[in-house]
């Protein structure tokens, strides 16, 4: 599709229910469950299994899943923090060398299947059996793998090819699959129908000894204590105002934070209408949160952190002072980032509204696959650090800080606007922006999602330094930012990182908008 036709695409409307994720099939089968009277919660499970088989580099049973939750019925809004500890028989000196990217010992213990439990243990209205069926069927009979899925599957080859097992479920025949072509995932498929019975197998029955006997024999640490020892937070979200309206976010391990601290601190001036300015303004306000977070915050179970401090106006304008509104702040050093996640989010005729996201962190995770279960690992370690006086120093029994973050706007009260994107720690600064452009530029929803997009920091392979911006800032754009004192790294049209989705709630109307970046997005309702 051009770039025309993209900008020219309107949000997708709807009178009673909608979904927007990055794949039709994933869309279709939470709007089945609308339609079959299941709610938001409901709906996003289902399609957020379906997103484990077929975005299954991106997210899969091995990794990790965060939802906000507000409840038409109970007037309330809910965080759940599935994310994993790392495996207790850790010692540091293992880890002398660094933290892998790839292998047993990359992976933290998953939380994704706890994390549907207790959504639907709380909020549910149907039976996991019903909700698994879709992900079930293209994971036993298949499903036509995209150009997407391709292209990442030939780049994952590097990793899984030192896995037997993981070869054996992508690779059957040596080679990178072709678009077009099916991939059928057997052992998942049974590993879904187990499941469906009862989602603590995972945790406390035979799943959980598979990973852990997959992981002895593989030179990795879990066991099944590991397992046991899981547990999903349920927490209240975190908020704070901008200009007027009420911003929720996930609360830490997740790196929500972040946005929260940055909208703070824009508030605390006007938004430039000169495009250079403007971007300065973000990027730098971002800077500052981020370093904020990497400076203070760590496992809450571990380290407690004051984050209504954290998260305060007062905070916020002394962080405001310290912006150069003509030269650039250097940026905060990063671990590598990577783009690979999965982000839904869904509303339903009564008004229940989920803002999901699950991933396993790089693309295919650790590149494990645990033997006879078809369960892909993440390699949500990395997110780690080594420095002893950091609140997220790796340690026994600890959570990772998160990239995984998902938000709301509500406006009196109730939700307005319910949005994310994948993107690693490309996320909280996507989401800083389609907040901005909604809110501060007053744009319409595909407007925002499709309006040219910075990025900073990126994969190995990029200047971790650098301030990347999409073709369609211009050349004027970019060189006054160079003058500014920023590392620009001018990319294509739509080559920024992040497949944002957005509904917003219009009095009896639904509007949604998906993003073309990916080169797939799905936004449906009814």
Request: aromatic content about 6%; charged content about 20%.
């Amino acid at each position: 599709m051009t770039d025309d036709r993209w900008r020219a695409q309107e949000a997708r409307r709807a009178p009673h229910g909608m979904i927007a994720s990055v794949n039709p099939l994933a869309s279709a089968a939470g709007l089945r469950v609308l339609q079959a009277g299941g709610n938001a919660v409901d709906a996003a499970i289902a399609a957020g299994a379906v997103l484990t088989v077929v975005e299954p580099l991106s997210g899969q049973l091995g990794g990790d899943a965060f939802l906000l939750i507000a409840s038409a019925k109970a007037k309330t809004v809910t965080a759940i923090n599935g994310s994993g500890a790392a495996p207790l028989a850790l010692r540091l000196e293992q880890f002398a060398g660094g933290i892998p990217e790839s292998g047993w010992l990359a992976a933290t213990v998953p939380g994704i299947v706890d994390a549907w439990r207790v959504a639907l243990e709380r909020h549910g209205t149907m039976a996991p059996a019903a909700l698994f069926e879709d992900a079930i069927r293209y994971a036993e009979q298949g499903f036509p793998i995209t150009a997407r899925l391709a292209r990442n599957l030939r780049e994952f080859m590097q990793i899984a090819a030192a896995y037997p097992a993981t070869m054996a479920v992508f690779f059957p025949d040596g080679r990178p699959p072709d678009e077009g072509s099916v991939l059928r995932q057997g052992d998942l498929a049974r590993t879904l129908r187990s499941l469906a019975e009862r989602l603590d197998d995972f945790y406390r029955g035979p799943i959980a000894a598979a990973i852990s006997e997959a992981s002895a024999r593989g030179g990795g640490l879990f066991s099944t204590g590991d397992f046991a020892a899981h547990r999903t937070d349920v927490l209240q979200p975190i908020s704070t105002t901008y200009r007027g309206w009420t911003v929720l976010e996930q609360p830490p391990v997740s790196q929500g934070v972040i946005l929260l601290i940055a909208l703070n601190i824009l508030e605390t001036s006007e938004i430039p209408a000169e495009p250079a300015a403007r971007v300065h303004l973000q990027v730098e306000a971002h800077k500052l949160a981020l370093s904020e977070r990497l400076r203070r915050v760590g496992d809450p179970r571990v380290s407690p952190v004051d984050l209504h401090e954290i998260v305060s106006k007062e905070r916020a304008r002394a962080l405001a002072a310290r912006i150069d509104t003509r030269r650039a702040a250097p940026l905060p050093l990063l671990a590598a980032g990577y783009p690979d996640t999965t982000y839904l989010c869904v509303v339903d005729a009564d008004r229940t509204v989920v803002s999901y996201i699950h991933s396993l962190y790089a693309s295919g995770g650790n590149g494990v696959v645990a033997d006879g279960t078809g369960i892909l690992l993440n390699n949500r370690m990395r997110c780690f650090n080594l420095e002893a006086d950091s609140p997220n120093q790796l340690a026994p029994g600890k959570r990772p800080m998160h990239t995984l973050n998902s938000w709301m706007l509500l406006r009196d009260g109730r939700p307005q606007i319910v949005g994310g994107t994948p993107g690693s720690f490309w996320q909280v600064q996507t989401n800083l922006q389609l907040i901005s452009q909604l809110l501060d530029q007053g744009m319409a929803l595909q407007g925002a999602v499709d309006a040219p997009r910075w990025t900073m920091g990126g994969p190995t392979s990029w200047s971790q330094a650098a301030l990347s911006l999409e073709g369609r800032f211009g050349e004027e754009t970019a060189a006054a930012l160079r003058r500014y004192g920023h590392e620009v790294r001018q990319i294509g049209d739509w080559e920024a990182g992040g497949a944002a989705q957005l509904i917003r709630l219009e009095g009896a109307m639904l509007s949604g908008a998906g993003d073309p970046r990916p080169g797939t997005s799905s936004v449906i309702g009814y």
